[in-house]
Each structure stands twice: as C-alpha cells, then as structure tokens.
C-alpha cells in the first residue's frame, strides 16, 4: 500500500508516498521518467505523465515554482529540491531512501509543494526555503500551511558522526553509544521558527532504515531503490 495522509490534508489534495513496488530511481542520464514509472502512475494512480513534473535533487536549497506554462520537458530535468505550484493537475513529484519527505499545503491560498530535506538540505534550512516560496509566490500565512513528513531515517539508525554536533546541536543526541540526528526535530524546529503551527505538523515518525518495508539506503547501499513522493492540487 501507498502511505497517503488521508484526513489531514484537504479532500481534493493528493499526496502520496509510494511503495516498494516500483523504484522510482532517476538514472544520471535519464531524460524523464523510465516507462515502467510512467505506466505505474498511469494504471495505479490515474495520473497522465505528461502533467508530472520532475527534478533532479542535488542537496541543495533551491524551491521550483511550477506556474502553468511551465510542461515538463523531455530531456531538461531541472537541478532542485523542492517544488511548489498552485496549479491544478500539476503532479509534483520527488524522490527519497531516507531523506525526509515533506509535504505542504495552504487549504487557504489552494497552493502545495513538497520539500527534499536530507542533512545537507536541512543544513541549508530548505524546509524555510518552502515555507518562503509560498508565503512570496502565493500570499500564503505560515500559520495557514499543513506539512506532512513521510516515512526517512529516524533517530533510532541515523548515527553521525562528531562533526554533525556543531550543524545540529540541539539534535544529535547520544543513544546507547552512538550519536544520533534527528532530522525529523530539526525540520520541525525550523517550521515553528517560521510561524508555522505545531498541530499544523504531522509526522509519520515512519523509519526507512529499520522498516524493511522501505527502501533505504543506509541500508542498502547503491542497490537501494527510491520512493516516490507525490502531490496533486
Ligand atoms: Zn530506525
């Protein structure tokens, strides 16, 4: 089954964290997505891939606003980390194997996006970067959004080292021996910082790594797979 987040989202909002049924991995030449991918959006979830939008995530900060005119093209998968959009039928797609995935809405100003916040993203405060997109490209509040974390490496396998201290010292803590980050708490932290509201926050507190239902690739190393997450308005 496909994690959705039924009933914290508006009705008419899709979002989705699919399963390991299809690997949604994105080859560093490929041009779109494989037609395994494209048949697996189109039978199980209704969804014409020609409205799919897709990035090639780069751990970095940047947030894409998908306007309209904006058609997926062929062979020109933009560098990003996050999308957000307010136009119906967009399908905002990302991938993951133990980034956090985040989901946001604003049921106000009819706008969404979804966030890649991994160590290096988090670092760069991305999740901000999202909130700020739609705040300046939609009118959005803060205290109006609805974010979603899906299911990433939790506290409990996600063991750094010393270094990670000093990018985030109130959320690596020492479990049994080993130190561990919360990257879940720190993206929190930050939405608070932004106006965002704490039960406007949902958390699947779902972890890849101990979850074998999960890709993951702390696991798995290179022969992880990755989930997708998606997002419709
Ligand atoms: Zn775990």
């Known amino acids: 089954m496909n994690l959705v987040f039924k009933n914290f989202f508006p009705q008419d909002v899709t979002a989705l964290f699919v399963d390991r049924r299809v ?4 080859p560093v030449d490929a041009v779109g997505l494989s037609a395994q991918q494209k048949e697996f959006l ?3 979830l209704k969804l014409m891939p020609e409205k799919v939008f897709t990035m090639r995530q780069v751990h970095g900060n940047k947030i894409l606003n998908i306007a309209s005119s904006d058609l997926p093209q062929q062979g020109s998968i933009p560098d990003a980390d996050g999308m957000v959009t307010n136009v119906k ?12 995935p985040v989901f946001l809405c ?14 290096k993203g988090s670092r760069e405060r991305i999740v ?10 939609f009118g959005s509040h803060a205290g109006d959004i609805l974010v979603a974390f899906g299911p990433s490496i939790r506290k409990c396998c996600y063991e750094v080292s010393e270094d990670f201290q000093k990018i985030f010292p109130a959320e690596v803590s020492r ?3 080993r130190l561990c ?9 930050q939405l608070l910082g932004t106006g965002v509201k704490e039960e406007n926050i949902f958390d699947s507190k779902e972890c890849t790594v101990c979850n074998l239902k999960y890709f993951s690739y702390r696991r798995d190393d290179e022969r992880s797979g990755r989930h997708l997450s998606l997002m419709v308005l």
């Open 23 to 26: 690997d949604f991995i994105l």
């Open 42 to 44: 189109l039978q199980e």
């Open 181 to 189: 980050l919360n990257l879940a708490e720190a993206n929190k932290t």
């Open 106 to 119: 604003d049921p106000k100003k009819r706008c969404i996006g979804l966030v890649h916040a991994g160590w």
């Open 128 to 137: 901000v970067k999202g909130i700020e997109s739609l705040t300046k490209n």
């Open 175 to 177: 479990v049994n021996d």
């Open 89 to 100: 039928g967009a399908v905002l797609t990302m991938r993951t194997a133990d980034c956090l």
